[in-house]
């Protein structure tokens, strides 16, 4: 049995209450889709553990947890290993290498759909439509914005993919403008 978006979504839902922490997995849901789409690999395989690798940060809010506690859960209601393994790559603390393509896409994307957002939030507009590589670029200097952000991670990001930082940020604009409602970045 293959386990499916629907069943990812699911557990989202049961175990994430904060919109903004569901818009953030709904982000990088579709930014995996994008490079999957790019390189001629499957969307839904990538898309999972775009959209499940935080459903635990509610439940464990520190990295002492996350993701490697959550990891019990989504097992028993069947994620794949693979989906598993890609989830627990994302974060540097679990020293899990980085192996794959689909690992090193969601390490890449994770903290810069944030800033996108950020960067998406602050505009005139409130939203995606508009946004462009140089307006995130603009903001990248300054430290203060989206302070939260590691930037140092999304540059290794794009190393490891090699993916020019500046056409990563591009990717990834292109990846979340068609679900910009979802995201509830369409405009004020």
Known sequence: MTFSREQAWAIVCEHVQSESLRRHMLAVEAAMRWYAAQSGADQDAWGLPGLLHDYDWEIHPTLDEHPQAGQALLRAAGVPE???RCIMSHAHHTNLARETPREQALFACDEL?????ACA???PSRALHDLTTKSVRGKWKDKAFAA???RADIEQGA???NVE???????????LQPVAAELGLTGA
């Open 82 to 84: 693979d989906v598993l």
């Open 159 to 161: 190393r490891e993919m």
């Open 148 to 150: 939260g952000v590691n």
């Open 113 to 117: 759909t944030g800033l996108i957002t």
């Open 165 to 175: 930082l500046w056409q990563h940020v591009g990717n990834v604009i292109s990846a």
């Open 121 to 123: 939030l602050v505009r």
